[in-house]
């Protein structure tokens, strides 16, 4: 899933930075974390691992899609349950002076933060499809942090403010039992899962097991959006990536192998209709000149 290299965990309780700090860790053999507390909101994002949490005398094992709300002054720990299961997460802080000026002129970007003050619920567990969306504004974050371009500061501004309404917008849709998540959510979830995932088992039982939404849904949302069975939108995406990777200078097998075919008969017929050549046509006519061993093998 990661996009990003993982941070080195420290054990740092306050903030260098004035508004924000985001750290995407993935842990081995990690100590447990001693009670402690400190002076700006802490959110945390459940990927991968076996741990306990504690807040005040509030004890949770969260799972993949949890995100934890610690507010300022609350005391919280962490246990280790397994060290050799790795521990994946988001840590995103972010300070209150920052929330409170935000929130001056956009009281939207405050509503998960109140939710948890009010009820005092700070474990809130987000389906397939939101948690996507969250993580990706996450990485997208955390992208611009480590990148040197222009307009930075600008970016960083943009980033921030659209991870703390994705994380509201998506509270609010979840807990507001009223608001239903529009369908094109769900296609570009389930798309860009299966675009970060063409090399690797994508049946349609497996995409309904992945997202918990019906074969059926799934079918009619690809028909009704873009007039094509998952089947058919996974087969024409694995073809694309073959076909840029035949012209980078791939060889035919290695190319089809690697994006998700497992024979070479179904794939030349899928390429042939696709493409309306055969793939060593396709590779003659298309590969660069600075590949001559490759094309003499597509000219034999």
């Excluded at 309780?13 to 842990?27: G, P, V």
């Excluded at 349609?204 to 079918?219: E, P």
């Excluded at 939108?233 to 990536?241: E, G, H, S």
């Excluded at 035919?252 to 179904?266: K, M």
């Amino acid at each position: 899933m990661a996009r990003h290299p993982s941070s080195a965990f420290t054990v740092r309780q306050y903030m260098l930075a004035k508004d924000f700090e985001l750290y995407y860790y993935n842990d081995v053999n990690l100590r447990s974390v001693e009670m402690h507390q400190h002076d700006y909101v802490e959110c945390y994002f459940f990927l991968e691992g076996k741990v306990e949490m504690q807040l005040n005398r509030q004890k949770c094992q969260p799972v993949p899609g949890d995100v934890l709300i610690v507010l300022p002054g609350t005391p919280h720990c962490l246990r280790v349950l397994d060290e050799t299961v790795p521990y994946r997460r988001f840590v995103f802080w972010v300070s209150i002076e920052y929330l409170a000026l935000l929130s001056k002129s956009n009281p939207e970007c405050a509503y998960l933060f109140s939710y948890v003050e009010r009820t005092g619920a700070p474990l809130i567990h987000f389906p397939v499809v939101p948690f996507l969306q969250l993580s990706d504004s996450l990485f997208a974050l955390l992208d611009e942090i480590h990148a040197d371009r222009y307009g930075k500061e600008m970016a960083l501004s943009i980033r921030l403010n659209d991870v703390l309404l994705s994380l509201n917008r998506c509270s609010y849709e979840l807990l507001e039992k009223d608001v239903a998540m529009p369908a094109s959510s769900h296609y570009d979830a389930i798309s860009r899962y299966i675009l970060n995932h063409l090399s690797e088992e994508l049946s349609l039982d497996h995409l309904s097991q992945t997202f918990y939404l019906s074969k059926y849904y799934i079918i009619h949302l690809f028909q009704d959006l873009i007039g094509l069975s998952p089947h058919q939108y996974i087969t024409k995406q694995r073809l694309n990536r073959c076909a840029d990777a035949i012209r980078s200078g791939i060889s035919i097998s290695e190319a089809y192998l690697s994006c998700g075919f497992h024979d070479y008969s179904g794939f030349y017929r899928a390429f042939v209709k696709e493409y309306g050549e055969s793939p060593r046509s396709y590779q003659k006519s298309h590969l660069p000149k600075e590949y001559p061993s490759q094309r003499k093998d597509a000219e034999s």
